[in-house]
Nanobody
């Protein structure tokens, strides 16, 4: 089994920054990708960003230039640096792991963290 533990959420004013972390443990895969998704109340989980094993990055358009995904393979940890935050970024953020590829659909991911709340006040 794979365990993913997120941290770093919280309350921040618009224009501020937060860094989310997600540490993976348990079963390992040789070339796993990791992603961040978010979920607004009453909505389906949506793709935010993802990073491949060798560092290739992908973002949804609404966060390009504001969010940066990175990973430390030695620590099996992925980060999401969020800057210039907007009230519309308020959501529960989840990290996810895929054993082999990058996918934008949450349905492709089997392994999920418990989620961390990000609230941006105006």
């Amino acid at each position: 089994q794979v365990q993913l533990v997120e941290s770093g959420g919280g309350l921040v004013q618009a224009g501020g920054s937060l860094r989310l972390s997600c540490a993976a443990s348990g079963r390992t895969f040789s070339n796993f990708a990791m992603g961040w998704f978010r979920q607004f109340p009453g909505k389906e989980r949506e793709f935010v960003a993802a990073i491949s094993w060798n560092g290739g990055t992908y973002y949804t358009d609404s966060v390009k230039g504001r969010f940066t995904i990175s990973r430390d393979n030695a620590k099996n940890t992925v980060y999401l640096q969020m800057s210039s935050l907007k009230p519309e970024d308020t959501a529960a953020y989840y990290c996810a792991l895929h054993p082999s590829g990058i996918y934008r659909s949450p349905r492709e991911y089997r392994y999920w963290g418990q989620g961390t709340q990000v609230t941006v006040s105006s």
